[in-house]
C-alpha cells in the first residue's frame, strides 16, 4: 500500500489524489498523490475496466476497507452490475456505518430503481453525515429532478458548488447538471397559446338577442356552442 493520509474532520483514510474527504466530504489540503484506488480510477479512466479490479482486488486482500469497498461499487456499475455495487456498498456500511458517500451511491440505486422513499430516507442520511459533500448533492438533486421538483435540484447543487470540495470530475457534472435544470425550470414557465375554438357569427348574434327562455311556445332557447 502506499502513502495516504488522514481527514482532518473525521480521520478517515483517504488514499488517491482526491482532495475531499471520501467519508465525510470535507476539504484534504495536502492529499497524497497515489495509492490503489487512485490507480484504479486512473485505469478505468483509460478503459482498462480488468486491471482496476485487479488494484482494488489486491488492496482489499491487505486491508478490507469501506473505501475500497465504495469503489469496487463504482467499477461495478460502470460495468452495469448494479446488485454487485449494492453487496460491496453495504459491505462498507457494515465496516463504517458512517460512510456517507455508500449511503449516497445507494440511496442512487434506490432512485434508479424507482424506490422513492428508501432513495430519499438513504439520502437524508447522507446529507445528515456530509452536508456538503458535492457527490451527496448530485444524487440528491437526481432524485429531485425525477420527482419533477426542480427548484430543489436547483438549491442544492447551486449550495454544493459554493464550496471549495469535491473531486474536479464531480464538479464538472454539477455544473453541468445545474445548467440542465435552469434551463428545465425556464421552459416549465413558459406560456404556450391556446387554440379556441371557432363560433359562427350569425349564431352567437342570434342567441345574445334571444328571447327570455321559454319565451316560444313554452320552449328553452338552444345555445349556438352545443
Known amino acids: 500500500m502506499t502513502e495516504s493520509t488522514f481527514c482532518p474532520a473525521c480521520g478517515q483514510r483517504a488514499p488517491g489524489p482526491d482532495r475531499y474527504c471520501r467519508r465525510c466530504g470535507a476539504a484534504i489540503a495536502d492529499a497524497a498523490t497515489s495509492g490503489p484506488i487512485a ?18 482486488q489486491r488492496a482489499l486482500a491487505e486491508s478490507d476497507a469501506a473505501d475500497t469497498h465504495v469503489a469496487l461499487g463504482t467499477l461495478e456499475l460502470r460495468r452495469g452490475d448494479a446488485a454487485a455495487m449494492r453487496r460491496h456498498l453495504e459491505q462498507a456500511l457494515a465496516i463504517d456505518p458512517g460512510y456517507a458517500l ?65 473531486a474536479p470530475e464531480h464538479r464538472a457534472l454539477a455544473q453541468s447538471m445545474l445548467a440542465a435544470v435552469d434551463r428545465k425550470r425556464q421552459t416549465s414557465f413558459v406560456r404556450r397559446p391556446v387554440s379556441l375554438p371557432t363560433l359562427p357569427l350569425d349564431g352567437v348574434v342570434r342567441w345574445l338577442t334571444r328571447r327570455p327562455a321559454g319565451a316560444v311556445h313554452g320552449k328553452p332557447e338552444v345555445s349556438p356552442w352545443r
Do not use: C, M, S
Open 39 to 56: 490507480e484504479a480510477e486512473a485505469l478505468a479512466a483509460r478503459g482498462e475496466l480488468t486491471a482496476a479490479f485487479a488494484v482494488l
Open 102 to 166: 455508500a449511503y449516497a451511491y445507494l440511496g442512487g440505486l434506490e432512485t434508479d430503481a424507482g424506490r422513492i422513499a428508501a432513495a430519499l430516507d438513504l439520502l437524508d442520511r447522507a446529507r445528515a453525515l456530509a452536508p456538503t459533500d458535492l457527490l451527496v448533492a448530485l444524487k440528491r438533486a437526481e432524485l429531485w429532478t425525477r420527482l419533477g421538483v426542480l427548484d430543489r435540484a436547483h438549491d442544492e447543487l447551486r449550495d454544493a458548488l459554493r464550496n471549495d470540495g469535491g
